[in-house]
């Protein structure tokens, strides 16, 4: 009964390629979250979906792309790697804040170890 | 612009012991805090969160602190355990545009000896 999952867990690839990662979660969240974790535990926010429309795009390279192809999916794709884009990949999911501004908790997958050769 | 960030990047206890991980935030608009926990090979855990309106919440072993005149947040966590080790990260909840920005601090590890 995983809440939010990612696959895969591991990723090594070469300099060039173009890769994706998959998320899914079975939480009943309309929004959904990418999020990078450099090597020194730093997590920034990437992307985040709400109903499959983009919200946020952070300053992140276009060669990185998400897509939801629905509500409980949301995948990234990155194309032509580069040795900077290694890292670990998390994705997350919410409710979205309900009126009045009440936030709600993110919960996040197990992350998809990323490592550009 | 504004961050959250932590004061201890490392913190060596003892079994039993209580913990305290600290946390500064410069967002003075900010009104929601979590406290999130990372074990090794793992994704960020919710540990308890707090509300700008309250200045302690308790959960089971743990207590967070808000003083928002110095913009300080804190993690008690009370007779810590060795699966208590983890990367602790206090994180701010912004609106924008009727949507949420999770802002993470940049982490403190808590290493927990038997």
């Given amino acids: 009964d995983t809440a939010v999952s990612q696959t895969p867990k591991y ?107 | 612009g504004e961050s959250v960030g932590l004061h201890l990047p490392t913190l060596s206890v003892q079994e039993g012991d209580n913990s305290i991980i600290n946390c500064a935030y410069s967002n003075s608009a900010s009104d929601y805090f979590i406290w999130y926990k990372q074990e090794s090979g793992k994704g960020p855990q919710f540990i308890i969160d707090i509300r700008s309106n309250m200045d302690k919440r308790q959960g089971q072993r743990v207590t967070v602190l808000l003083n928002k005149t110095v913009k300080h947040l804190s993690l008690q966590i009370a007779a810590t355990q060795p699966g208590d080790s983890a990367v602790y990260f206090c994180a701010e909840l912004s609106m924008n545009s009727g949507y949420s920005t999770l802002t993470f601090g940049k982490g403190t590890m808590l290493l927990v000896s038997p």
Avoid at chain 1, 82 to 98: K, N, Q, T
């Fill in chain 1, 11 to 117: 990723l090594v690839t070469q300099m060039g390629n173009d890769k994706s990662i998959k998320c899914e979660q079975n939480l009943g969240h309309d929004t959904m979250y990418w999020y990078k974790q450099d090597s020194k535990k730093f997590l920034k926010i990437m992307f985040s979906y709400n109903n499959k429309e983009l919200i946020i795009n952070e300053t992140v390279p276009n060669r990185f792309s998400p897509k939801s192809p629905d509500k409980a999916h949301l995948n990234l794709h990155i194309n032509s790697l580069e040795l900077g884009d290694s890292a670990v990949y998390f994705c997350a999911s919410s409710h979205r804040p309900r009126q009045g501004g009440v936030q709600e908790t993110q919960y996040f997958g197990p992350g998809t170890r990323l490592l550009v050769l």
